[in-house]
C-alpha cells in the first residue's frame, strides 16, 4: 500500500518493500544511475530514491523532468548521503503522467505576483503548499478550540435578506436579467425580495445563541467593496462565536484566548512548514509567535487610544481624531511601535458601530472591542450585543432599518432576552500573521478581487 512521504520520513526502521508516490522536484544522473527527488504534498520534505540503471521502469527516466509524476517500489534504508535519514533503493519506478518543457514551475525561485497568475499551479511549490497545509491545520484547530469548550458549530445562510454591517456592501443575488429593459420588481425575483451574498452569520447566529447557549460559524463571507488593498478580498472566511449570558468582558477574554490558542498550534503542530515563511518571508516570525504565545494582551478605552496616538509625534496619513475609525496604520503603530504587544481596544463612540451593540452607560460609546496584532492590524472585532429591546428598537430608527425587515432579529429580545456577545475573527487575516504573508491573495486558493474571479 502507498505510505505518505512525511511517514516514511519519520519512520523508525528499514523496510524491505514499500511503495511511494509523488511528483519529481529534481532529478540528477550519472551512467550507473539516478537520485530523483520526489514529493507527494503531505510535507516539506523530499524523498530521495536511487534508481540503478536497468531497473524496471528506468528506460522512462529522461522524461522524469521536474513535475512529472511516479510511483516508486523499493527498499527504505539508511541514508548514505546528509540532510536525510532515509532513502529508497528503488526495485521498480513507474512514469504516471509526463510534463512538457513550458511547465512553468521550474526549478528556480518564483515571485509571489508570477505564482498567482497561475493559482492552479502554485500549491505544487513549496511556499505555497506549506501555506495551504498550514490553513488545512488551523481550519481543523478553530473547530477544535470551540469544540474543547462545548460550542455548538452552526450553519448560517450565505444567501441574506439582512445587511449585518448596514454599510449596504453586499453582492445581490437575483435571477433577473440585469440587461431586460422592463421595469421588473423584487417580488418577480427568485426570493421575493432583494437577496445578498452575506457578509456575516452574526445575527442568524445570535438566534441560536439565545437558544443553545455557545454556538459559532466558520465559513465563507463576501463584501462587495471595491478596495484593491493586499489586506481586502470579496471572498474571505469568518469564524465568529456567539455566547448567551457573556458580557464585553467575556468577550474580550476569549477573543485573546482563540488568538493565542492558535499560534500555539501553528508553532508546535507545523513547525516544519513554518520553517520556510521564516527563512524566506519573516525571519522574526517564530520570535514575534513566541512572544505572543506567551505575553499578556494590552487593553485599553478607545479614547485612550486615540490620545495615545494624537501626543504620538508620529505623521500619520490619516487624521486621528475622536469619532473617526482607526486606520491599519495606527492599529500597526500602537502594536508594533508603542505597546509592541497585541492590543485590545474597546468601548468606541456609537456613530461609528453598527446598531446591534450595546449602548453604555454613558450613552456616547458601545460595548465594541477590535483585537489588534503587530504586521496586520485588526484581527477580531465584535461586541456586546444590545439586549433591551427599546434601546434596540431605537437603534434601529437612528440607523434607517425597518423593523419589518428585522422583525425576527427584534423577537429574540421581545422573548426571554439575556446579555450576549460574540466577534468575527477574519481567518484569512489570521493566516497572514501566523505565516507573515503580506498579501491576503497568498493566503487562500483562490482568490476573489476587484477586477479577479479566475476559475
Not at 3 to 10: D, Q, V
Not at 30 to 41: H, P, Q, R, T, Y
Not at 93 to 107: A, F, H, N, S, W
Not at 108 to 135: C, D, Q, V, W
Amino acid at each position: 500500500m502507498r505510505r505518505l512521504i512525511r511517514e516514511i520520513l519519520t519512520a523508525t526502521e528499514s523496510a524491505d518493500c514499500i511503495e511511494a508516490a509523488g511528483w519529481v522536484r529534481t532529478r540528477r544522473d550519472s551512467k550507473a544511475f539516478s537520485f530523483l527527488e520526489i514529493n507527494d504534498g503531505s510535507c516539506m520534505g523530499n524523498l530521495q530514491v536511487i534508481v540503478d540503471a536497468g531497473t524496471p521502469g528506468s528506460e522512462d527516466l529522461t522524461k522524469m523532468g521536474t513535475g512529472a509524476s511516479v510511483t516508486v517500489t523499493g527498499r527504505l534504508v539508511p541514508s548514505q548521503g546528509g540532510g536525510q535519514q532515509w532513502e529508497v533503493q528503488a526495485t521498480e519506478i513507474r512514469l504516471l503522467g509526463t510534463v512538457p518543457e513550458d511547465y512553468p514551475l521550474q526549478k528556480k525561485g518564483h515571485s509571489t505576483e508570477f505564482l498567482r497568475s497561475i493559482a492552479h499551479l502554485r500549491p505544487r511549490t513549496n511556499l505555497y503548499g506549506a501555506m495551504f497545509r498550514i490553513r488545512s491545520r488551523m481550519s481543523y484547530a478553530v473547530h477544535r478550540f470551540f469544540q474543547e469548550r462545548h460550542f455548538h458549530y452552526i450553519h448560517t445562510p450565505i444567501i441574506t435578506a439582512s445587511d449585518c454591517e448596514g454599510a449596504g456592501e453586499m453582492f445581490r443575488v437575483t435571477t433577473l436579467d440585469p440587461l431586460s429593459q422592463e421595469e421588473k420588481s423584487f417580488e418577480q425575483d427568485f426570493f421575493g425580495k432583494a437577496a445578498h451574498l452575506t457578509v456575516s452569520g452574526q445575527l442568524e447566529g445570535e438566534t441560536f445563541a439565545c437558544a443553545l447557549g455557545n454556538i459559532y460559524t466558520f465559513g465563507p463571507t463576501f463584501r462587495a467593496e471595491n478596495s484593491n488593498t493586499s489586506r481586502h478580498a470579496a471572498e474571505f472566511w469568518m469564524i465568529e462565536p456567539e455566547m448567551a449570558f457573556c458580557d464585553l468582558q467575556g468577550d474580550m477574554d476569549l477573543a485573546e484566548e482563540m488568538v493565542k490558542y492558535l499560534v500555539v498550534e501553528a508553532l508546535e503542530k507545523q513547525e516544519g512548514d513554518l520553517a520556510i515563511f521564516e527563512k524566506f518571508i519573516d525571519k522574526d516570525l517564530r520570535r514575534r509567535l513566541e512572544f505572543v504565545a506567551t505575553h499578556p494582551f494590552e487593553r485599553l478605552p478607545y479614547t485612550d487610544a486615540v490620545e495615545i496616538l494624537r501626543k504620538s509625534g508620529k505623521s500619520f496619513e490619516y487624521p486621528v481624531e475622536y469619532g473617526l475609525n482607526l486606520q491599519s496604520e495606527h492599529e500597526r503603530w500602537l502594536t508594533e511601535e508603542h505597546f509592541k504587544r497585541p492590543v485590545t481596544v474597546f468601548n468606541y463612540p456609537k456613530e461609528i458601530k453598527p446598531f446591534y451593540m450595546r449602548i453604555n452607560d454613558d450613552g456616547r460609546t458601545v460595548t465594541a472591542m477590535d483585537l489588534l496584532v503587530p504586521g496586520i492590524g485588526e484581527i477580531v472585532g465584535g461586541s456586546q450585543r444590545e439586549e433591551r429591546l427599546d434601546v434596540l428598537l431605537a437603534n434601529m430608527d437612528r440607523h434607517g432599518l425597518s423593523i419589518d425587515d428585522y422583525g425576527w432579529y427584534v423577537d429574540t429580545r421581545r422573548f426571554g432576552s439575556v446579555p450576549h456577545a460574540g466577534f468575527g475573527m477574519g481567518f484569512e487575516r489570521l493566516l497572514m500573521f501566523v505565516t507573515g504573508m503580506q498579501n491576503i491573495r497568498d493566503v487562500i486558493p483562490f482568490a476573489r478581487t476587484p477586477g479577479n474571479c479566475e476559475f
